[in-house]
């Protein structure tokens, strides 16, 4: 673990003059979250703004870096920036940072003028042209075409020096109509060869271009139209390709959504494939790289002149090896250059990557002949090379290759004209991906069945809703380009940044100073000096290395399953809850997404970063639905990710997304995401969350002007979606904001508010109305525990400092429902004529009493704080007490080894670890606590 490298840097502010047209500049350092990079290829990276600092209309950006190209992402109520973005150019000398400096000058016109001048002052400027049928995009190292029709995504690739090196880039897709259930019966089942149907491919290079083109592709997988056999197109892709001024990659952003049948659409492969001329080079000038373990690298040629019986000489030995090429075959022993028909020429080379501890690789001559083992190894880089010395070549890698099992990589071709490399995202050699229900239905075809095996099992089932149709997957692929075979050192280091390509990020302090993301949060320099901050950290700590330690020794890899953590533990069997139904994979159950960003916030921490992103990577797309009636809502955790019935908002919720959308400079694929996250409003009214427990009196109307809806578990999704596109001005954010200000006013009209917990919602207005329980608003006091666990604090507070003039009685209906939540069961009967009871997760809701100690600036609440945060007592909860330690489990008692913490579920680990942060930033701890409980406010 690493302390983020900022320690000693100061920022510079300065302010010129007071007043809003003065000139005022403000300079922000951002450093890699990483070691420096010796090289990158070009990134994206997101800076926050306070409030009023900067107009967006009248702020130029400058850097200490070649080519850098700003643009805002996001915008305060005021029309100052909150979020701006940067593209910078690639570089093959890099630093351990930049400063990006916003200047407003006192001149209106500034805006436009900086959008021309900014960036690629020096380095070479990104170049666009598109006419009827393509898009092409000069980086200054390569010229790469985009088709707008047909079945090649990417027309060619060509270097700076005019080689093609690559060329008809498209989709594949394998599928078939079953799966054999007993070994060799594949009678009936069809088999289907579909390729990329582009629908469009649009360009777009925000500010003044000079350092970014994002090409995007959408389409569909087609079966070619003179072939017989045809399943029809489906599985529809966005295909997005990041192109950098002065660099030879392309960052390639691969979507699917599963729209098809579980039970007779199964994928067989799913791969991108290549075309790589080869003409005019010899058989034994061209390379064949595939990455191995750590770093390692396999060197083949196609036509091999090492370790023959005649030696052809040392340097042409050597230079094949290397991958440069051979000296001329005259000067080589004539007894291997008169024989070289004699040698046999591979065509094929192929990896597969079957699973997470292994993987194969062979080769053959040419198809029909018998493959020939390599000797493979662990987990594979994911990159593979073919080109020639001379003609260049193409290299293409996948990200998290080996976490994404089952994996391949294929060659294919190599001794002719044109070969061909595939990435497969899901290798045709792997058993056909089945996402059919995993039992079926075991009989519960009433709800009060179903409510029944949720008693046991956990489970929420519903025939018709364990359903796949609308699941997505987003992988990340990287294409580098090269006049000639690279070396294997190159390659290698390219292998390890499309594994975790370099990442900026400014000073936590800053961002934190700026409040664009929650006020919630504070950095662990900033909450130290007490024996109890000191602990908490610590136990945070040790929940980022369990997780993390976890992911490796369970396994928890795979297509569709990396990204995501298991939800309860086995103690009897010393195994996560994989098969039982409501405790398998966690689908962000009690928000632990929340809790690795606002650590990552705070920290700068790389890995604490990679955790959280995978889980962006997941949660967004696997857990949530993109198609269908279940569009914009997610599904609780299950033994399949998309298993349980209950769908909802809770889980699909943008604000696990947020802080990655704006540090990562507004990830394109994350902002689809949170588009979709607005559709919720129409998720809600086709599927009844709570139709299983409904009193029997209440008719749940499918009326999108009265939803019966919580506000936590259901509003708090949309709302986090409405806010952030009000925030970034998105095509619908005069309406969100609409929506979000008439909640605001219509709200506390509730006469219990919060503490209201279901009421009726108007999905086209935002306004509230009091629930059907109770038409004329005497007041209805019902709570949930689960209604605050899933970022309604966080978003709700984004809220009030987004927009500090929402009415007061908005936020004061929020903090009672903070302060009577886990209130004595006096208070609240005084309040609300109605007590509460024992109240759940009061660990988790120690934040919300945090918060409105810190809001009303009551000590004692403060301690009240602190004291449901270390005495809750309960199962969902982490203390001082817990061993925070792991147990070795080893021998037969265990699969393989592992390290056990059986009292951790990770629902107290998100809770813990949430308001842990919270706590120690809202209302601190005293100096020299001792984890009694005892802290006193300090600050505000
Ligand atoms: C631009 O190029 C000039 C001359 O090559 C160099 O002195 C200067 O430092 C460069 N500026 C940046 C921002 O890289
Ligand atoms: C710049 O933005 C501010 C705030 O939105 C606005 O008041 C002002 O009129 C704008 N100026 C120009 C020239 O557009
Ligand atoms: C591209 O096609 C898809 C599918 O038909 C459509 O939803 C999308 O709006 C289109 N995009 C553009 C930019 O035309
Ligand atoms: C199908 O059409 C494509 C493009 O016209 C052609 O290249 C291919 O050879 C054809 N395949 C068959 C089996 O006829
Ligand atoms: C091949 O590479 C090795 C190690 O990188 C180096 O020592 C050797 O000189 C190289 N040979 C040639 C011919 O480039
Ligand atoms: C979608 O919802 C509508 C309205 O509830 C329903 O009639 C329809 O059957 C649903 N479609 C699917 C595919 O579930």
């Given at each position: 673990m690493r302390t983020h490298p900022f320690a000693l840097l100061g920022l510079a502010r300065l302010v010129a003059h007071p007043s809003v047209v003065a000139a005022v500049s403000t300079s922000v350092q951002v450093k890699w979250i990483d070691e420096t990079p010796t090289s990158h290829t070009g990134t994206t990276f997101g800076l926050p703004w306070a409030r009023g600092r900067h107009l967006a209309n009248a702020t130029e950006f400058s850097a200490d870096a070649g080519t850098l190209q700003s643009w805002v992402t996001a915008y305060w109520p005021d029309g100052s920036i909150k979020w701006s973005a940067h593209a910078l150019g690639g570089e093959e000398s890099v630093k351990e940072g930049y400063t990006v400096t916003a200047s407003g000058a006192g001149n209106s016109s500034v805006g436009e003028k900086a959008r021309r001048q900014t960036g690629g002052r020096n380095g070479t400027a990104i170049e666009i042209s598109e006419s009827t049928d393509e898009i092409v995009v000069k980086t200054g190292k390569i010229t790469a075409s985009f088709a707008k029709q047909g079945s090649d995504l990417v027309k060619k690739i060509e270097t700076a020096s005019g080689k093609v090196v690559g060329k008809n880039g498209h989709l594949v897709l394998l599928s078939q109509?079953?799966?054999?259930?007993?070994?060799?019966?594949?009678?009936?089942i069809q088999h289907y060869k579909l390729s990329s149907k582009i629908y469009n491919t649009t360009v777009s290079s925000e500010g003044d271009g000079s350092a970014r083109a994002l090409v995007t592709v959408q389409g569909i997988h087609s079966t070619p139209a003179?072939?017989?056999?045809s399943r029809g197109d489906w599985l529809p892709f966005t295909v997005r390709f990041y192109l950098y001024a002065n660099s030879d990659a392309i960052r390639t952003i691969h979507t699917i959504i599963y729209d098809g049948d579980s039970k007779s659409d199964f994928i067989s492969g799913l791969g991108i494939r290549f075309d790589v001329p080869l003409a005019g080079e010899e058989l034994y000038d061209r390379h064949v790289r595939i990455a191995g373990v750590d770093g390692g690298m396999l060197h083949e040629a196609v036509q091999g002149i090492t370790g023959l019986r005649r030696d052809p000489g040392a340097s042409a030995r050597s230079a094949q090896y290397n991958g440069t090429k051979t000296p001329d075959k005259s000067t080589w022993d004539t007894r291997v250059s008169t024989r070289l028909q004699w040698i046999p020429t591979w065509s094929d080379f192929r990896l597969t990557q079957l699973s997470p501890d292994g993987f194969n690789i062979k080769k053959r001559t040419k198809a029909g002949q018998s493959w020939v083992k390599i000797p493979g190894g662990t987990r594979s880089g994911g990159l593979a090379y073919l080109g020639g010395a001379t003609v260049g070549g193409l290299a293409v890698g996948l990200r998290d290759f080996w976490k994404k099992y089952p994996t391949s990589l294929d060659i294919s071709d190599s001794t002719t004209d044109q070969g061909s490399i595939t990435l497969w995202l899901y290798s045709p050699s792997a058993e056909p991906m089945d996402l059919r229900p995993y039992h079926d239905g075991l009989g519960q075809d009433t709800y009060a069945k179903q409510l029944d095996a949720l008693e046991v099992t956990y489970e929420d089932w519903e025939e018709g809703y364990n359903t796949p149709y609308g699941i997505a997957r987003t992988n990340e692929a990287f294409i580098y380009a090269f006049d000639s075979t690279p070396s294997a050192d190159r390659l290698s280091e390219l292998t390890s940044q499309s594994n975790e390509p370099p990442v900026l990020y400014a000073e936590p302090s800053y961002v934190e100073e700026t409040g664009a993301l929650g006020t919630y949060w504070k950095t662990p320099e900033a909450t130290s000096g007490s024996a109890d901050a000191a602990e908490i950290e610590s136990h945070l700590d040790f929940l980022i290395k369990f997780y993390h330690d976890q992911v490796e020794q369970r396994r928890w890899f795979g297509f569709w399953d990396h990204g995501d953590i298991m939800h309860g533990y086995d103690t009897d069997r010393h195994q996560w809850k994989y098969d039982i139904g409501g405790y398998a994979w966690d689908n962000s159950e009690l928000s632990p997404d929340l809790f690795f960003w606002n650590h990552f916030l705070r920290t700068g921490r790389a890995d604490v970063y990679r955790l959280a992103e995978a889980q962006v990577r997941h949660g967004g797309e696997v857990d949530s639905y993109h198609l269908g009636n279940f569009t914009g809502l997610g599904t609780r955790h299950n033994v399949q990710h998309w298993g349980d019935s209950a769908k909802q908002a809770r889980v699909s919720t943008p604000v696990y997304r947020k802080t990655f959308y704006y540090i990562s400079g507004g990830d394109e694929r994350t902002g689809d995401l949170i588009h979709e996250a607005l559709q919720a409003e129409k998720g809600f009214y086709l599927v009844d969350a709570r139709r299983k427990v409904r009193a029997p009196d209440v008719v749940y109307k499918p009326d999108p002007t009265a939803l019966y809806l919580d506000f936590g578990t259901d509003w708090a999704g949309v709302a986090a979606a409405y806010l952030i596109e009000w925030e970034r001005r998105g095509p619908r954010w005069e309406e969100s904001r609409s929506k979000l200000l008439e909640t605001a006013r219509t709200y506390p009209d509730l006469k219990f508010g919060f503490v209201t917990g279901e009421a009726l919602y108007n999905s086209l207005t935002g306004t509230w109305s009091p629930p059907p329980t109770d038409p004329s608003n005497n007041g209805t006091a019902s709570i949930s525990h689960l209604s605050a666990v899933f970022g309604v604090l966080e978003t709700l507070d984004q809220l009030f400092s987004h927009d500090p003039t929402l009415p007061s009685a908005f936020k004061d209906a929020w903090l009672d429902y903070c302060y009577y939540y886990s209130a004595s069961n006096a208070e609240q009967l005084a309040r609300y004529g109605k007590s509460f009871g024992k109240v759940n997760l009061r660990q988790g809701h120690a934040r919300l009493t945090a918060y409105a100690a810190r809001e009303r600036g009551n000590a004692s609440l403060a301690a009240r704080a602190w004291d449901e945060f270390l005495n809750d007592n309960s199962a969902d909860e982490l203390g001082p007490d817990d061993p925070w330690s792991t147990v070795v489990w080893k021998g037969s008692d265990v699969l393989t080894q592992v390290d056990e913490a059986d009292w951790i579920t990770t629902n107290a680990a998100a809770l813990y670890g949430l308001a842990g942060i919270e706590l120690l930033a809202l209302v601190g701890v005293s100096e020299g606590g001792n984890g009694t409980g005892n802290g006193t406010l300090v600050g505000r």
């Open positions: 109509s079953g799966i054999p259930e007993y070994e060799g019966d594949s009678t009936g003179n072939s017989t056999g």
